[in-house]
């Protein structure tokens, strides 16, 4: 055997052996309840957690998906007895998740499709114009999906970026775990008996300390904008992390419609769509309050949602449905309504969707 058959013998030999190792650790499934709570895989792995080990209901389930400000802005037991009791609604609001991380913790967390009478997809805005930019090049929904990707997932995940290098990037941490993992597992030996008893309490009662959450105390009352000067006059007692928070994301600009969001919304909310085509579950969108105020150009035409109300099981809430909620008071930064603004959003979402359940959809 030549020196180069035996070295190209002996790479993939050790490619392989990494493999199996990267497999035996992280594929296995024990890892998975060990992962630091408040790290990106640990926040979903455990939502999927309570999801497998919840008591049955003897009532409809609403399952709410979305990013932070679901986590922060819905409560489940607000909704529910807003409906009259009716359902039993669970937040699934994560910081940070985009519809490409809601898409694979949806196929795995809901595997027979039939679980839900309700799913609920909150969205910023019902426009496509990409207001921030590069959604399909956010390499950070790898991090969430370090626990959920198989191995005949690597080249379709990889395949939904745009860049060649984060395609690249994609694929490898998709195909070895540790790469992923390596801050994880050593901040859990730099200190593994009080990560072991931080993650078996919160896979044990963070659901209950979730929902017995009231959300943020901060309050924007008294905020204006001067949309000719582009400057904004902050109440007293707002702080410079919050300042910089609202002056980044009020002032933002309307973004274009280049397309770019509209086909990533058709790969995966289309794709969430597509996978409960022939279940009984009703997917249900609606528009957020977008923020303590809304720039004049903020409009605009809907893209992706517009096509997706014309699909049977499929509502689309009306756009004004929580435009009212679109004030300073209610919110505690530009994104996130408070402790007084979620009870309002948490008991009209129970209603509507208690609504749209009984009439049979729309």
Not at 89 to 95: D, L, S, V
Not at 232 to 239: C, K, L, T
Not at 281 to 293: A, S
Not at 323 to 340: G, I, K, S, W
Request: glycine residues 10%.
């Amino acid at each position: 055997m030549s020196g180069v058959a035996r070295g190209a013998l002996w790479a993939v030999f050790t490619v392989c052996a990494f493999l199996c190792a990267d497999s035996l650790l992280f594929r296995a499934g024990w890892y998975n309840a060990y992962l630091e709570p408040d790290s990106s895989a640990g926040s979903l792995e455990s939502q999927l957690h309570w999801l497998r080990t919840a008591h049955a209901s003897p009532v409809p389930e609403v399952l709410a998906v979305g990013d932070s400000r679901v986590a922060e802005g819905f409560s489940s037991r607000i909704a529910q007895a807003a409906a009259g009791g009716r359902l039993h609604f669970r937040n699934f609001g994560q910081a940070g998740t985009t519809p490409r991380v809601w898409y694979y913790a949806l196929r795995d967390g809901d595997p027979t499709r039939r679980r839900f009478a309700a799913i609920v997809l909150a969205l910023d805005n019902y426009s496509d114009a990409d207001r921030y930019g590069l959604s399909e090049d956010r390499i950070l929904d790898e991090n969430f999906l370090a626990m959920r990707l198989g191995l005949g997932d690597c080249a379709d995940f990889a395949s939904s970026f745009d860049s060649t290098a984060l395609r690249h990037t994609a694929f490898f941490n998709c195909l070895f775990r540790g790469i992923l993992l390596r801050q994880d597992v050593r901040a859990f030996l730099a200190h593994p008996i009080a990560r072991i008893r931080h993650a078996r309490d919160w896979w044990k009662n963070g659901l209950g300390y979730q929902n017995n959450y009231g959300g943020k105390s901060g309050s924007l009352r008294g905020l204006s904008v001067d949309w000719a000067s582009g400057t904004i006059q902050f109440p007293d007692g707002v702080s410079e992390d919050v300042q910089a928070n609202v002056r980044r994301f009020v002032l933002l600009g309307p973004g274009e419609d280049s397309r770019a969001l509209t086909r990533y919304r058709e790969r995966w909310l289309g794709g969430i769509v597509d996978m409960y085509k022939d279940s009984p579950t009703r997917l249900i969108f609606l528009r957020l309050p977008r923020g303590p105020v809304v720039r004049p150009d903020a409009e605009q035409p809907a893209g992706f949602v517009d096509s997706a109300a014309r699909l049977p099981k499929v509502t689309v809430l009306p756009a004004e449905t929580f435009t009212d909620l679109e004030r300073p008071e209610v919110f505690a930064d530009a994104l996130h309504l408070n402790r007084e603004g979620r009870p309002i959003f948490s008991t009209r979402l129970g209603e509507k969707v208690e609504s749209v359940l009984a009439g049979g959809g729309r």
